[in-house]
């Protein structure tokens, strides 16, 4: 079976420090790859979203970035972390000829 | 207006209820609905898949499609503490790769 995992669980990082989430995918291969942002009341918004390696598309402009150096692996990141980008992180994966989406557990980002 | 619209509640009801979660949506090119549960600090866990509109159910879960009204609905049966959550609906235009259209989450609680 296929199974998602996401870490950390949760992180508090100063204002400028960098950052790396990293999501990996067990069990299915070429995988649709995406990060989320999560903020209460305001739903699911969609960050960066992958249909192969080194194919990533962003969706909003921000301060983050995303790589897929591997097949099942996908890492967010950031150079300087602002108060703005503070929240909850979720990874999800599709398969390459489904539409739902899994979600891994969540990281959930304080920047102080 | 939104694409998908969800009323956030908080819904509250006593145990052993019916209970009737929905979302309205504005784009007549969706096919695929889904709804998700999502536990405090938790990622989203998917619960029901359809296509298209009509019925399915999967034990006290039963997700309805209306096409015409733009309206879907998810009903649990014999509701319990353990369905306190937030229920978020979810759809797409095709299968294979598609960003997924959220609503903002209904919040569930179930009173012992």
């Known amino acids: 079976s296929q199974t998602i995992h996401q870490w950390p669980a949760t992180l508090v990082q100063p204002v400028g420090s960098p950052l790396s989430l990293e999501c990996t995918v067990e069990g299915t291969s070429n995988p649709n790859l995406y990060w989320y942002r999560q903020a209460a009341g305001r739903g699911l918004q969609l960050l960066f979203y992958s249909i192969g390696i080194d194919q990533i598309s962003s969706e909003v402009p921000q301060n983050l970035s995303a790589s897929r150096p591997q097949d099942r692996q996908f890492i967010l990141s950031s150079k300087k972390l602002l108060l703005s980008d503070s929240g909850f992180y979720l990874c999800?994966?599709?398969?390459?000829?489904?539409?739902?989406?899994?979600f891994g557990q969540g990281t959930r980002l304080t920047v102080v | 207006q939104k694409e998908v619209e969800q009323d956030p509640g908080p819904l509250s009801v006593p145990e052993g209820a019916i209970v009737s979660l929905n979302c309205t949506y504005s784009?007549?090119?969706?096919?695929?609905f889904m709804w998700y549960r999502q536990y405090s600090r938790k990622g989203p866990e998917l619960l029901m898949y359809?296509?298209?509109?009509g019925n399915k159910e999967d034990g006290r879960f039963t997700a309805q499609v209306d096409k015409s009204s733009k309206y879907i609905s998810l009903f649990i049966r014999d509701s319990q503490p353990s369905d306190s959550a937030t229920y978020l609906c979810?759809?797409?235009?095709?299968?294979?790769?598609?960003?997924?259209?959220f609503g903002t989450g209904t919040r569930l609680l179930v009173s012992p």
């Open positions: 784009n007549s090119a969706f096919q695929y």
């Open positions: 999800a994966w599709s398969g390459a000829e489904r539409t739902e989406a899994f």
């Open positions: 979810a759809m797409s235009w095709n299968t294979g790769f598609q960003k997924l259209v």
């Open positions: 359809t296509y298209s509109s």
